[in-house]
């Protein structure tokens, strides 16, 4: 079997992180000429560390819902909400216990929240502006989406030996979901992506057949790009276009990056969408830039310094957060086009495997220029770690 994200306990990180690295990929190495004689430091400070209710809890995902600032901590059988800013809890509520494990949550700009989960469904919660709680709103595949396709045969699909399942259904876990401009994106260990109407009736659009194994995770640009990343190593970029005489939209593949040696597990996309990064189980993380000529992306270039297999990655500004099976989150600065990039910082004080991470800027209410973020961590034992991480520039001294 191959190997996949979702499957990594901490008990067997040691053996994930043990992948060969790729050695051909030229590292981009820090940087000791600053541009404009500008030296840029990092400090952080663990502001919260909310640790499991239960020995058998895991931090499987977090999500942070910018239009309302609330963090999204998901587990085994519930669902925390944080204020981020004050780092409290506000709301506990519970999942579906037949669901499984939760694998990925995404917000909504309109206050829902997606949930992925291990039986291959996708829940829908609503948060009620009077009571702030949240409460189930649908299930994905809904039941009028299924029974309106179960007379036509051509709706089935094989999913296995003697069986067949609707294709708007997943036929394993889903292990991560992204939402964009009113549609949500699910890929599953099934190999397959879909594609959901996000708004009243949560209508599955379209299922493609995305990989060979596993798919892990999957990103959407600000174009409508989507790339998903799968554990047979390869990412894939799409684009949606008009088919059948214009009368409807589908995705179609444009490029497959492969360079990753081993299983990718994380996918994160700069804000203008130009630079991709991707982290797998051979412990690099590569920087992929967009080719003007080519019109996709390719590689420039690998981060290293994880000594084990990368599980997560957050983008926000020109800093890049990545986690690890070897416990740590690591703060990577953009030096600017072609100029590198330098870590900034090591965060440690998780004893598992880092599984989930988010990245928010928050407004610090100081005079100065320094920039604050919020980075919230979640490992493998169920503790949520919410940390302060200030960016501070200072004027390089000429040298001696």
Known sequence: MSLCLPSITDDDAASVGTLPSLPSLQSIVPIYNYPDGVRCSASHLCLSSIKAL?????????????ATS???????????????????????????????????????????????????????????????????????????????????PGNYVAVRRHKKLLWVEHADAVSAVAFREGLLYSVSWDKTLKVWRGGSDFR??????????????????GDGTV?????????????????????????????????????????ALSGDGAVLYSGACDRSILV??????????????????????????????????????????????????????????????HVAAVRSLVAVRVDSGKEDKDAEYRVCSGSLDGEVRIWGVRISATMESDPM
Not at 54 to 66: D, F, N, Q, R
Request: hydrophobic share 40%; glycine share 8%.
């Open 54 to 66: 239960t020995s058998s809890s895991s931090a499987a995902a977090l999500a942070v819902s910018a």
């Open 70 to 152: 609330l963090l999204y901590s998901a587990s085994e059988s519930e669902i925390t909400v944080f204020d981020l800013v004050s780092a409290r809890p506000v709301e506990t509520f519970a999942g579906v216990p037949s669901a499984g494990s939760v694998k990925s949550v995404a917000p909504s700009p309109d206050g829902r929240l997606f949930t992925a989960h291990q039986d291959g469904r996708i829940r829908a919660w609503r948060r009620s502006v009077r009571s702030g709680r949240h409460r189930l709103d649908a299930t994905l595949p809904t039941v009028a989406d299924r029974l309106r396709r179960l007379p036509l």
């Open 204 to 221: 599955c659009l379209e299922s493609v057949p995305a990989h060979e194994d596993a798919v892990n995770a999957v990103a959407v640009a």
């Open 227 to 267: 790339y998903t990343g799968s554990a047979d190593g390869r990412i894939r970029a799409w684009t949606r276009c008009l088919v059948e005489e214009g009368r409807r939209r589908r995705h179609r593949l444009v490029a497959t990056l492969e360079r990753h040696r081993s299983a990718v597990n994380a996918l």
């Open 288 to 349: 992929w830039e967009r080719e003007e000529s080519a019109g996709h992306m390719a590689v420039a270039g690998a981060l290293r310094g994880h000594r084990k297999a990368i599980l997560c990655l957050a983008c926000v500004d020109g800093l890049l957060f990545s986690g690890s099976s070897d416990r740590t989150v690591r703060i990577w600065r953009r030096e600017g086009e072609g100029k590198g990039y330098t870590c900034l910082g090591v965060m440690q004080g």
